[in-house]
């Protein structure tokens, strides 16, 4: 199937199966810092892209609904050589450490920004919740009850 | 966020970022960039998947679904026709190479107990056989056809079943020592069992017993224990238990090796590179400068990655089909294959008198290394040397057993066996002053060590050799204790407006170490490049941490030089000299010491070379920013562009390379004290943290909001440990758990709604500009400092970890 999409302001298509996910097809353009820390479990965040302005997981999305639609990606944001603000604002509170999902940290913290200027801390921790952040441990996502005996 | 939108808003930070330390020097203990932190946070190539090449193999390896099972026979023929399989290995075709994954000095206090393919399966998820095919899906297909009988065995799963007569074996083969081996060692090989056992190979004597399933054991007193508990005003004795938790590092074990020009390239995420090399040089024949290890950026270690997990099959596997191949564990297996914290049985028994004084301690610490002995020795062994040194105390004996079991691996992992030690001692403590009616803060203060006093109880706790007896060095234990307990207003008793839940408070002493004195071993090399640049290659091995930074940062300080015209290059083991790695706490303390040493050794060369052409006597010059050379007598300058690009012209002296090595046998020990408010449901058991203290010498800390970072997430990851995570294996030794959903890792609605990290200032007399470790320490206070506070808030001690509802309320005897 033919894939018509937007990435990064670019416009890419794609010549594949509708049913590979997201990421799979993400990596095939080279966006590897969507990565995946869970098997596709929708746990950890690391393969978080927005989807026509919607953080989805890319691991749990197929390359056939992002026909027709508009994706960023964390490389889609500064590059080393000129930092965003969210991304130089991270390496500043120390928070960039072994770094495996910082690129979509950045992403999801932009885009939280971007939809709401003046965010309250309880947002910002509603927002972030479906991460996981490695170093600091505590943007971790509650998806289902947790078993606890 | 709050700095991002001060910066959208404002054009600059407002909030004072971290506290800055060193107000002499201009960049050590200062706030800044780290330097890798832009090609991280921006997604640029950095970790081992980036650099895998599309001509790439993958790997899959078949994992044993029995817990203790003898292999009769494998059968890959159909496995073989699958399209695009390269080779299958298994223990049939691959060496009997014994040898072990740990990732620590050699000779290694481990014992060699596995090849990379055994003909005995020991655990659920253990290898049976890998396949190499030219695509993904080709080796999982393979996988699925390769048939093997096995002869399932009785298998032990905890060291209580382990330790009883009669129990399974889970290794009965023939042991050879390479030194120290006992004179009845013929006798003693008279009782191993199948020839598929394969054989148990210790470098030294562990004063192990594979008949009894005990990998390794050590005991040793101070004083008379016996006599101190006899005399004393009250007793306590109580078990402490903590179960089997992972690292979840979000980057998964993944390796990619390939063999170019008869040399094998392995790109590895790891701890240890040298360590990798020397286990890749041992499992595949080659000798070390046929093997080149490249560090990669590391996505998560927490000590998982000091072992060569991966990387020693990765590369047999290249190796062997001359193929590019790319190995990259799932979430499952990390938990089932990889490694883990030891689960460990703490017995504690411990004496006092009624002025406060604790007479006695016996910590008697029982280990679960499952199938293989890695750090087996070693991280109970810090249960107690990383424990018992925080104590005036004239009296303690310690005696550790560790047990092989049929349960996933253990192995390294932040912290190292102190968050168990750490825990059962605190909590003895607590339930002492609380039997002798003693304020617990009152019987910290009168029991801690400080500056100066010596610590006898390190004769017996040397990894593997006689300890170093030495004095406590640097020391800000007393001021993070007093600190705390005014920050969380320590004997005030709070309230809730609900009467379901109570509220308490405790805390718990911690220390660590800086590194391994005598034993651990760290390289750089400082190069003058020939425009005044400097690229500092360093063996030490930056997992995420900050410690190219921290080598940055010492060149900068040293040479004067602005932090953009260094460049660090560091854990590739063709351009960088040895280092024993990033392990034990070791990386500023020994790595950026070696940085030190180099460096100065380079400044010494700059200085001579300038003064030669500057015609002016060397006690004359010194060094300025941005990097030149001036003279005091005359006022000269010569910048590092023109002297170096001088000594490089054709007739000058040459490049400016100098060379450290640091060794010592001295010993900067971080201490620190966590402090926990939590609440207690009493109707439901739900405990929350509220209130969440961590404060911490470590001596000069070099990267201040990094070390900050540091703390919080080892907080975090040993708050999970505490309340939630747990291994849960099925009767047949099946992981219940081996996903991030069933695991159990906190939330970030589960941090404490007051979280401190406080950086105590002290001042190292041995570590690089006054510096020690930071990491490793913060994760052993939130055990003993939660469960000390659930019993302040409803009367009960948890003594068994993590500290669930429903222990709460058995405890309580509602359930």
Redesign the interface.
Known sequence: MRIDCIINGKNRSFDIDPTMRLRDMLLINGNFAVRDSDDCEGFCGSDTVLVDGTPVYANLVLAGEVNGCEIRTPDGLGNSQHLTIVQQAMIDAGVVQSAYNAPAAALLLTWLLEKNPNPSKEEIGKESESFQGGDQGCLKRNLHQRRRL | ?K???E??KGGC?KSE??PSFRPELEVIGK?G??ID???????????V??YVTPDTCYMVVLRSPHASAYINSIDDSEARKVEGVIEILTAYNTPETHYMQAGQGNPEPSPHDRRLFNLKVRHVGDRVAAVIAETLEAAKEACSKIKVDYEVLPAVFTVEEAMAPGAPLVHNGIVEYRSGAPADLDEYNKKAGDPREGKVIYQFPLHADIHKNIAASNKGEIGNVDEAFAHSDAVVEATYQTSQIQHT????HLCFAKMEGGRLTVYASTQVPYHVRRIVGWVTGLPENKIHIIKT?????YGSKQDILIEDLTGYAAFVTGRPVFCHN???EEFIANSTRHPMRVHVKMSGNKDGQITGIFMEVCANTGPYGNHCLTVPMNSCSKTLPLFKCDNMRYDLKVYYTNTPPAGAYQGYGTPKGTYGLMMAMAELADKLGIDYKDMVLKNHVEEGYMLEILKGLGEGREGNVVPVGSCGLDEAVRKGCDMINWGKKEVSSDPDWKIGKGFAMIMQGSGLPGLDHSEAIAKLETDGTVILNSGGAD????LDTISAKIVAEILKLPMDRITVNSGDTDSCAFDTGAYASSGTFFSGNASVVATRKLKDMIIKEAAFQMGEKEEDLDVRAPGEVYSKKTGKTLSYYELSHTACSGTGHGQMIAHGTFTTAASSVPYGAHFAQVAVNTRTGEIKVQKFYALQDAGTPI?P??????M??AV??SI?HTL?EDMILDKKGRCL?A????Y??????E?PEDFKAVLIDVNDEFGPFGAKSISEIACNGAAPAIGIAIHDACGVWIRNWPM???KVLKALGKI
């Open positions: 966020m700095l991002a939108l910066k959208m930070y970022i971290a706030p960039a780290k932190g832009p090609q991280l946070v921006s997604g640029e190539r950095a970790f998947e980036d590092p979000l980057e998964t950026r590391v996505g998560g270690g799932t979430r499952e997992i995420g941490t900050g990267n909001e990094v070390a900050l970072c540091q919080y997430g975090m990851k999970g939630h758990t996903n991030m959903t069933d159990g890792v906190p939330m970030i609605s941090a669930t509802p429903e």
